[in-house]
Structures are given as C-alpha cells and as structure tokens.
C-alpha cells in the first residue's frame, strides 16, 4: 500500500514538473520582457542622443573652417587636422588659461566646502538662538539672480582692487555655491549619530578636534559629492571670468576661447579644439565619480 502510494505521489510530481504555464502567468512574463525591452530601447535612445553632441565636437576639432562649413555635421574630415590641438597648446595660450582654470576651480571648490561643513556644522549639531534664521539667510542665496549681481560685485571688487584679480573669482564662486553645498550637507548631518560627538565630549575631545577628526571624515561621501557638483559648475562657468578678468594671464578656459574669434575671420578648429579641451577633464571626473553624486546625495534622505 506504501510503494502504491509513493508512486502515485510521484507520478503527481512528475505531471505538475511537466505541466504548461497558466495562460496568464504566460501573459504577465511576455509583458513583462517587452517593457524591459522597450524601457532599454528609449535608454539606448537618450544615451545615443546624448554622446552625439560629444562626437560632433570631436570631428569638428579635426576639420578646417573650409571642411566645417562644406561637410556635413557628422562627416569625418578628408585629413584630421590633429594640429589644432598642438597649435592651441602652444600659440593660443591654452596651457595658462588651463592652469587658471585648475587653480581658480580648485580654490574655490576647497573654501566652499569647507565653509559649507563649517556652517552645517554648527547650524546642526550646535544650539543656539539664531540658527535658524542664519540657516534661512543662507537658502534666500538660492533665489538670488547670477546676474542681477554683475554690476553690484563689479562695483564692489573695484572699490577694493580686486578687479582683475584671480580672488574675485574664487570670492564669487565661493558665495555663491555655499546656499546649495549648505542644502546637501544638511540631510546628511541630520542623520549623524549625537552618541559619537557625547562619548568624544566625554573623553575629553575639542570642538574643533571633534569637527576635524570625527565629523569630517564621516561625511566624506557627502562632502565628495559637493565638491564633484562645485567643480562642474566652477569650471564652466564664463560671466564671471568674463566680467571680472581682462589680462590674459588670469583667463580661464571659458573665457580663453575668445582669443581664436578675430573682427575678419575665425578658426573654427581651433575653437572646435580648445572646447574639447575644456570638457575633458570635467567628463573623466564625472564618468568615474558619477556614482558618488547620487550616493552623497541620497545619503541623507533616508534616516536609520
């Protein structure tokens, strides 16, 4: 009686292995392939929509203004000019406005930051009567115009000789990206647990001590993420540069790219060169550190 019913169990067994899908679990997995399919489709779209401005500036940078004008957008040049690149390095005086670029960028995202974690900081993580109404004077920066501020800055800088100066720009850029570093840092310092900072007091540990050694590097993902954020937005930027700098000495790449514009003609090779220049770094920084941004930024949004 036992072996019958063990082998009728596994004859059970064997037919429900052998049985089809139900028709609407067959349904449900076929929709579910083709919206797979179709969402990767429009990814692979925007993806290609989105490098195809890159690989028109690269061909340009390779043509000659007659092969620019003649030739279609997309077409590849009859001889690649790789020269442009060489005579923009050495007679369009790219290696200084690029050096500027470095410095003034990498000063202004360093003091932005720092400031930022200064003002987080304590705003969070300090009770006083005026935090509150310091942490709003910060966010109206937000609602400020960039340029309802040229002539005002103009105006100031030239009172107090800092026109044509390097600082006024790394000044500017600071100020003005201190409302939105402040925003990030804020959702991830809320998050920071009050039991490190009270066993620090505890062991005897400075404010400044617990800031630098504790705090800070607990934030590093954050931090990251500001300082990525800061230095695409420095190193693109061109009204400032532009409105503060005139020797060419102090010019960054932006605003560099003028001196290839003559009043009778123009190299648009050259131009075509010194942009992709320009982009490369900030497009190597961001394709290796694009996790990092959305890691920072999410970090702080979730408490736990």
């Not at 932005?112 to 004077?137: C, D, E, P, Q, Y």
């Not at 400044?208 to 934030?219: A, C, E, S, V």
């Amino acid at each position: 009686m036992k072996e019958k019913l063990s082998e009728t169990s596994d004859l059970n067994v064997s037919s429900a292995k052998k049985l089809p899908p139900s028709p609407k679990v067959a349904q449900s997995s076929l929709k579910h392939k083709l919206s797979h399919s179709v969402l990767y489709l429009i990814l692979i779209i925007v993806g290609v929509i989105q490098i195809l401005p890159l690989v028109w500036l690269f061909l340009f940078s390779l043509k000659d203004n007659q092969e620019v004008f003649n030739l279609p957008p997309l077409a590849l040049p009859s001889s690649p000019k790789w020269e442009n690149y060489l005579n923009v390095w050495t007679e369009g005086n790219i290696g200084i406005y690029f050096l500027n670029s470095v410095i003034v960028t990498g000063a202004a995202v360093i003091l932005t930051v720092l400031l930022a974690s200064f003002v987080t900081f304590a705003i969070t993580r300090m009770h006083w009567k005026l935090n509150k109404f310091v942490l709003g004077l910060f966010m109206v920066g937000l609602m400020i115009p960039v340029h309802s501020t040229l002539i005002p800055l103009f105006s100031f800088y030239l009172n107090i000789g800092l026109m044509d100066h390097p600082l006024a720009i790394i000044l500017t850029y600071t100020a003005f990206n201190l409302p939105l570093t402040i925003m990030i840092l804020l959702g991830f310092y809320y998050t920071l647990p009050r039991e490190l900072e009270e066993a620090a007091i505890m062991d005897g540990c400075t404010v400044h001590r617990m800031f630098f050694q504790i705090i800070l590097p607990m934030t590093a993902p954050v931090v990251a993420t500001t300082a990525i954020i800061n230095m695409i937005y420095n190193w693109n930027e061109f009204v400032f540069v532009n409105t503060f700098i005139s020797s060419d000495k102090y010019k960054t790449l932006t605003v560099g790219i003028q001196n290839f514009i003559g009043q009778y003609s123009t190299d648009w090779g050259a131009i075509g060169a010194t942009l992709v220049i320009s982009i490369l770094p900030i497009l190597i920084v961001f394709v290796l550190l694009s996790n990092r941004i959305v890691e920072g930024i999410t970090s702080g949004s979730v408490k736990g």
